[in-house]
DNA sequence: CTTATATATGAAAATATTATCATATATTTG
DNA sequence: CAAATATATGATAATATTTTCATATATAAG
């Protein structure tokens, strides 16, 4: 069931939330590490904190706070097997946003 | 002609800066007031500033800054007719992220 | 030339994000 | 239990982004 937006103003306060909702989305995503770490998650399947670390080249600390970040943000999930903790895509429709941007060109 | 990558240093680092034009790309659309320029374009076509000031109920600086910023980074172009000046889409494929964002759940 | 209108600009203030560091917690191993 | 390892946490510092305000510029109209 639908809901329907009938005055102007309900139409401008909806379509207000919806960007609000997917700046929110975007900017949990838009900053390099994050990119990455989501891209070899894409690519690897779930992995361990360190292992992240080690490919990105990253202090673990930094890394720890993107990770739980994201996954607090519900792009990413994790599972902890003794020391370790795995973290994988939750959110795999994130994926798309990468693939999307391929054909931008971009002043930078 | 294709670049090829050959050792890893160097798919690490191509890869890294393809992380960084997408991070850039994603920051500047990542607000909701800009989404919101963009949706409006994209359904309107090209605007002057105040229109899109009184479409969006937002202040005329403001705005600006954000076009300008907008245009700065290669999303938008402008001309001038007059006093008015008009803004469109340059970058079509930004409207996709928006798109792509439709279907994904967030925690927020 | 004066006034009005539309837009841009720049500095400063307000906020938000990101990185760093030191340390805490939890688990495993000996 | 002590030591080692993996990860998380929280405060602070460093940076970046966003908003606001006052004002500049450009064009048009009278």
């Given at each position: 069931m639908e809901i329907l937006e009938n005055t102007p103003k309900e139409r401008f306060q909806a379509?207000?939330?919806k960007m609000e909702?997917?700046?929110y989305i975007?900017?949990?995503v838009a900053h390099p590490v994050r990119l990455a770490i989501i891209e070899l998650l894409n690519q690897?399947?779930?992995m361990g904190v360190?292992?992240?670390c080690k490919a990105l080249d990253c202090e673990q600390s930094l890394i720890s706070h993107h990770?739980?970040?994201m996954k607090l943000r519900g792009i990413l999930q994790s599972h902890k097997d003794g020391l370790n903790v795995y973290y994988d895509l939750k959110e795999k429709e994130i994926v798309k946003l990468l693939q999307?941007?391929?054909n931008c060109d971009c002043n930078m």
């Open positions: 379509s207000k939330q909702k997917a700046a975007l900017k949990t690897q399947g779930e360190n292992d992240i990770l739980i970040n999307c941007i391929e």
